[in-house]
Nanobody, 116 residues
């Protein structure tokens, strides 16, 4: 069973920081494609940051230079450090993994709310 559990969301003022964590089940730790997406009501989810092929890191233009994605393989955890938060960063953030032959899986998400 694929399990991804996000945590670390909350309410923060504009300019503040949060660190999101995604702990995933050990048997999918082999995946080299993992990342963060976010979604607001009525909109499709959008890529925030990803690690592909285990080494290639990509950020959306909206978060580049403010967010940092990282992974601790020993702890089976993916992180997203979010600095200089803006009200437009308000969304539910999801951890997403791509398992070859099985497709994409996501957790239930964690809410991030940035007040102005």
């Amino acid at each position: 069973q694929v399990q991804l559990v996000e945590s670390g969301g909350g309410l923060v003022q504009a300019g503040g920081s949060l660190r999101l964590s995604c702990t995933y089940s050990k048997h999918i730790a082999y995946t080299n494609d993992i990342g963060w997406y976010r979604q607001t009501p009525g909109n499709q989810s959008e890529l925030v940051a990803s690690i592909t092929r285990g080494i290639s890191i990509r950020y959306s233009d909206a978060v580049k230079d403010r967010f940092t994605i990282s992974r601790d393989r020993a702890k089976n955890t993916l992180y997203l450090q979010m600095n200089s938060l803006k009200p437009e960063d308000t969304a539910v953030y999801f951890c997403d993994v791509n398992l070859p032959g099985w497709g994409h899986y996501r957790g239930r998400g964690t809410q991030v709310t940035v007040s102005s």
